[in-house]
């Protein structure tokens, strides 16, 4: 009686027990054919454990991002519990940017405008300006305007007190170095060595930012502040878009006033802010977006770039050189800043430049490895190239 | 204390559901890694799978082999995945043969040379059978016979001669693959 292939396979992983060990282990002894056939196998099953072993290299050891799949999770998990049937809520990574770009340019679009709104504004400016990477230019004037007519909107207050929520999932914390930091946000931290002065770091809470989309109120709104021919998909209606912001870590390098301290943004004077000699390097996650499926992204897109005072054809004529799909897109003031595609940490980024009471300010987005940075600060093209360079 | 929180988690699948993410998303996130090639497919697909069981948790908290249903489902969806990937690279390196005008298919043996060998490793799993590959996959996570068998839904019995079966199946495709 020979042995079968599986005992011997069994017999090399100690996965038999101790009785049929010893009479396999006895018969191999005696048998040429049985142990001839052992050796194949063992050679066999030998290769397919390295080849198989050798895919770990491609194994990261980053640290994991348990917290941030949680709250991917969780969006899912509360956009399925609140609306069941009617919609399928998509995931998918290629939908994400999109509904960042959409969804954030229109929340920000409304919440800096809104008095009451201006706690919360800070917030979003972060998510704003991180996502950036294809910049359109805005005039500044249509702009401002446009914003003056939202400011006003009394259906716009209604609006953002009955349908939009924001989470914060807890604190803003200054901690003493970027290990910590990187813990408390489930990222790897990077440095700029090449940044000078004191450095401070502080991680901003996760968030997430719900919105039921009520079509009727959003029009009533949009034809209060005569912008009654923006028309948004209807399959959009009743839907439930939400932003999962995942945490994010700020390093502040040089002399950055108490801003860090400051947990009201209101409180801090911007104007003094951007004068100081200070760089500021924020880095987290990519933020997800939860939407319904089928709906028209260009249409919407649109219609966001129109509320911020494009013409129609400027709107559609810029929307088809754009992915919405991927592309966070973000209105730069015309004259006021320029933008330009450069290389930055082996990817392509945005630089923005622009003058402040004289002063050379730049502005540096790029994304790598679903990691969204922003390093800003006083200083012209070189100076954030250089710091750029210096990260580790 | 211990059985208290045994007792809840019993009563209330979403604290166990809660339990079950944070002791094995790390594990599942990189076995999907080895088997993709890229950490943020293995993100979504790991995500995915939590997602599904998270909608049966009902039924499948209770059972007792949680680890296995994950690994079986994670597995399956890596796997599809892989398949997919597979055919899209068969058409991208069809559609470069016709950019570069090379008509002959004499230039995919070439191509598959300059495959990476972890390339090579996956696209040989992905043509194994589904149970093969996912045996093989599970194995080298380390999990014993009886946790295979439970995952796989097999006797503990026949684990070894499978699993011997197959590796002579992946010794067989990783030849031909390797000798074009």
Known sequence: MHIS?????????????????????????????????HAIIRERANLVESEINGLMADSVKSPLLIEAARLRLGVRIQAHKENKSMWRQIFARKYRMAWVGASAVLMIALLVSFPSGRALAGRFLSLFRVQKVQTVSVDPKAVEQQLGRLRSSSQLEKLLSDNVQVNHQGVR??????????????????????????????????AQVTM?????????????????????PPELDGAQVSVSIPPAVVGMFGECGSM???????????????????TVLMQMLSPTVAAPQ???????????????????????????????????????????????????????????????????RYMLIWIKGEIVYTLSGPGDRETALKLAASLS | MQSQSELREWIDPDAQFEEVFRAQWSRLCSLLTRLTGSRAEAEDLALETFWRLYQKRDQVLRASNLAGWLYRVGTNLGLNALRAKKRRSLHEQAASRHLLGLASAESVPAAMERLEERELVRAVLARL???????LMLRSEGLSYAEIASALDLRPVSVGTLLARAETEFEKHYRAVKSK
């Open chain 1, 212 to 232: 039921d989309v009520d079509l009727a109120k959003i029009q009533g709104m949009l034809s209060e502040i005569g912008k009654e021919d923006l028309v948004l």
């Open chain 2, 129 to 135: 059978s589904e149970r093969s590959a996912q045996m």
């Open chain 1, 294 to 360: 089928g709906i028209d992204i260009d249409q919407v897109a649109e219609s966001m770039l129109q509320l911020l005072g494009m013409s129609a054809e400027e709107a559609r004529t810029f929307s088809e050189t754009v992915d919405w799909a991927t592309t966070l897109v973000v209105p730069i003031p015309r004259n006021l800043n320029s933008a330009e595609a450069v290389q930055v940490d082996g990817v392509n980024g945005t630089l923005v430049t622009s003058q402040f009471r004289g002063l050379n």
């Open chain 1, 5 to 37: 292939d599986g005992e011997l396979r069994a017999l090399m992983d100690g996965e038999l027990d101790s009785g049929s060990r010893e009479s396999v282990l006895g018969h191999l002894e005696k048998c040429t054919g049985c142990s001839e056939r």
């Open chain 1, 173 to 206: 914390e200054e901690v003493t170095d970027p290990l910590e930091a990187s813990r408390k946000a489930g990222i790897t931290v990077r440095i700029p060595r090449a940044a000078q002065g004191p450095v401070k770091w502080v991680v901003q809470p996760a």
């Open chain 1, 260 to 278: 860090s301290e400051s947990r009201r943004p209101e409180d801090y004077d911007r104007s003094a802010f951007l004068q100081r000699p200070c």
